[in-house]
């Protein structure tokens, strides 16, 4: 069995940052792709970032970019631990989102990598 816990959620007003963490556990060989996505009620899931075991990162370019062309996301992730962050800046109630980690995991005694959900972590941007 494999788990993926997030936090770093919570209220934050609008113009503030947040890092959101995402940690697996459980039987893990190695973890190639690890990515975060948001949600909002009754919406799709949309991908915001995504980094590979190898540092690679890509990001949603529509939510990547602030107004001011400064970055808005940074995702970065320790193999060791399993663990992947995400730096959220800049924050603006369109923010406001259940965000989502997932992680694509090859378990013991196998070949294939199966993909792996958390429960998410809320973020609440407020003007």
């Known amino acids: 069995q494999v788990q993926l816990v997030e936090s770093g959620g919570g209220s934050v007003q609008s113009g503030g940052s947040l890092t959101l963490s995402c940690a697996a556990s459980?039987?893990?060989?190695?973890?190639?792709?690890m990515a975060w996505y948001r949600q909002v009620p009754g919406g799709s899931r949309e991908e915001i970032a995504e980094?590979?075991?190898?540092?690679?990162?890509?990001?949603?370019?529509?939510?990547l970019w602030a107004r001011s062309g400064k970055g808005r996301l940074s995702i970065r992730r320790d193999n060791a631990k399993h663990t992947a962050w995400l730096q959220l800046a800049n924050l603006t109630v369109e923010d406001s989102a259940r965000y989502i980690c997932?992680?694509?995991?090859?378990?013991?005694?196998?070949?294939?990598?199966?993909?792996?959900w958390g429960q998410g972590t809320q973020v609440t941007v407020f003007p």
């Open positions: 997932s992680a694509e995991v090859r378990p013991p005694h196998s070949l294939q990598f199966t993909t792996y």
């Open positions: 459980g039987n893990i060989v190695s973890i190639s792709g």
């Open positions: 980094i590979t075991n190898d540092g690679n990162r890509t990001y949603s370019r529509s939510i």
